[in-house]
């Protein structure tokens, strides 16, 4: 007897729910036991929807044109059992629906975090690309040659014709060194029907960008939610970044977080985020020479912050620096007429979007900048909707920076381009002396506008980030210890 459509799913979803129910362990002390008890309400559901399913099956065999009651009967049960089936996806871990079999694209955890939307690139898609004709030693003895050309014309290279939105190569970078050094752990080379992926292609543009910028380095910049801590996180004592963010204060080099964080008049906000690394300037006693090389912008470029003078205390604190000291003449021209009518019509559009996505809302409004909270779980794709749409149809006089922060989306007033401009007029650095290093490069990412005024270290995490910066701080102490010898 063959089954209708609607009959066919209800089997596959009870088939399905039942091995789903078999995964999961309601006794077992560790399980999150709301998760679990709604795992068990989706599973009833779905043996109650499949039960009746079959039942008007039997049913319609008996009279034509019953098809419209099992849609009419059925139908509603099954949206209500897809919803508490999204919702359990959503928002549980991965363990509690899939066991801990190898992660992959299909996950619970890759659909409700990112997908593959924050591996987006022109540049580094093309580099993929050409490994369907050539190895990857001859893509980097090609690209070696095409980005000495590009350094010397940027505007008529072969690399500009062959990838028109590619950036400006601040510094050399040697791509056949960086891939030997990557391949020589990772064996691409040796592979014989895996190309490498985006991440490893990633990563050998940041070796080569280290080893490249080592000699010339004078201001490292990071973003701060996924590059130094984890996303919401602060900077906490036992966080590994602090060491080598002292090391390299030491060896001559300044230091600067930029953050899409915001907080006006209020210093104490900002040293809570990094508190840990502030109660390590205290605990070393590190001079005043050396804890005038950190620095803080905030709020993309509004606000900037130093370490302030010893108290009795001797605990070290931040102050803001004063704005004509830093600011330029475009940024101190902004009037707040126009910065609130650029956030109201910012706002309105937010909304606008979360109502069209069907995404509940809590709005978030600054001095400088306006965002959404989702009240739920939802995933990255909504967000980058959210965010793109905005960026693309919101007109101001004013810059702006529209960007999908990971778990919200913020329009903020200014960009960290401008705020990394200011920084470096500021200190008087050039754009080989600096270094930035973020996790959000993509299309709706707010480190993606850096590349304009300096070189870059894209990464996913903050272990990658201690990782390259490891690696930067063993070719700056091997420079200057040869320097010293020789």
């Known amino acids: 007897m063959a089954l209708s459509s609607m009959q066919t799913s209800i089997a596959v979803k009870t088939r399905c729910f039942d091995f789903a129910k078999r995964r999961i362990d309601f006794s077992h002390p560790r399980q999150n036991y709301s998760v679990s008890n709604r795992s068990e309400r989706c599973w009833n559901a779905t043996r109650a929807s499949s039960a009746e399913g079959r039942e008007t099956g039997r049913n319609s065999q008996d009279h034509m044109g019953s098809e419209s009651d099992i ?25 509690e629906i899939f066991g801990p079999r190898a992660r992959s694209a299909s ?44 350094r010397r014309e940027p505007r008529a290279s072969k690399l500009r014709r062959m990838v028109p939105t590619v950036e400006v190569f601040y ?56 590059t130094l801590y984890a996303d919401g996180a602060h900077m906490q004592h036992d966080n590994d970044m602090i ?11 300044h230091v600067a977080i930029v953050t899409a964080a915001g907080y006006p008049n209020d210093a104490h906000k900002f040293e809570q985020r990094v508190e840990g690394l502030l109660a390590a300037f205290s605990r070393l006693d590190l001079p005043k020479s050396v804890t005038d090389r950190f620095h803080i912008m905030g709020g993309e470029c509004n606000y900037l912050l130093r370490v302030a003078t010893c108290d009795k205390t001797y605990r070290r604190r931040l102050e803001f620096v004063p704005e004509e000291e830093w600011k330029s003449s475009y940024m101190m021209s902004w009037k707040q007429e126009d910065i609130n009518n650029l956030l109201t019509k910012a ?28 009240k739920g779980p ?7 909707d959210l965010a793109i749409v905005v960026q693309t149809r919101l007109e101001s006089d004013l810059p702006f920076c529209a960007f999908n922060g990971g778990n919200d989306v913020f329009v903020d007033v ?13 200190l008087n650095f050039s754009p080989e002396q600096v270094l930035h290093v973020g996790d959000r490069f993509t299309d709706s ?19 990658e980030t201690y990782f390259f910066i490891h690696l930067m701080l063993q070719d700056i102490k091997r420079l200057q210890d040869y320097a010293y010898i020789e």
Not at 120 to 127: A, R, T
């Open 107 to 150: 996950d619970a955890g890759v659909l409700r975090r990112k997908g593959h939307l924050k591996e987006q690139d022109k540049f580094i898609q093309f580099l993929l690309d050409m490994h369907e004709t050539h190895t990857s030693l001859e893509v980097m003895e090609k690209l070696d040659k095409w980005i000495s050309e590009h």
């Open 171 to 226: 510094t050399p970078l040697r791509m056949v060194e960086a891939f030997l050094e990557y391949d020589e752990f990772f064996a691409l080379s040796r592979r014989q029907y895996v190309p490498p992926n985006f991440a490893e292609i990633r990563h050998i543009l940041n070796i080569a960008q280290v080893h490249s910028s080592a000699d010339t380095l004078k201001l490292l910049t990071f973003d701060a939610d996924g």
């Open 243 to 253: 060491h080598l963010i002292i090391s390299l204060m030491k060896r001559g080099v």
């Open 347 to 374: 706002e309105s559009m937010l909304l606008d979007g979360a109502a069209r996505l069907r995404l509940p809302v809590d709005v978030l409004r600054k001095e400088r900048a306006v965002g959404v909270i989702p």
């Open 445 to 463: 990412g707010n480190d993606s506008a850096t590349r304009d005024c300096c070189p870059i270290l894209w990464v996913a995490n903050p272990e």
């Open 414 to 426: 200014g960009n960290k381009l401008l705020g990394l401009q200011a920084l470096m007029n500021y």
């Open 378 to 384: 939802t995933i990255y794709e909504v967000l980058e």
């Open 71 to 95: 849609d009419d009967d059925v139908a509603p049960k099954l949206m209500e059992t897809n919803m508490l089936v999204w919702e359990e996806l959503l928002s549980s871990p991965e363990p």
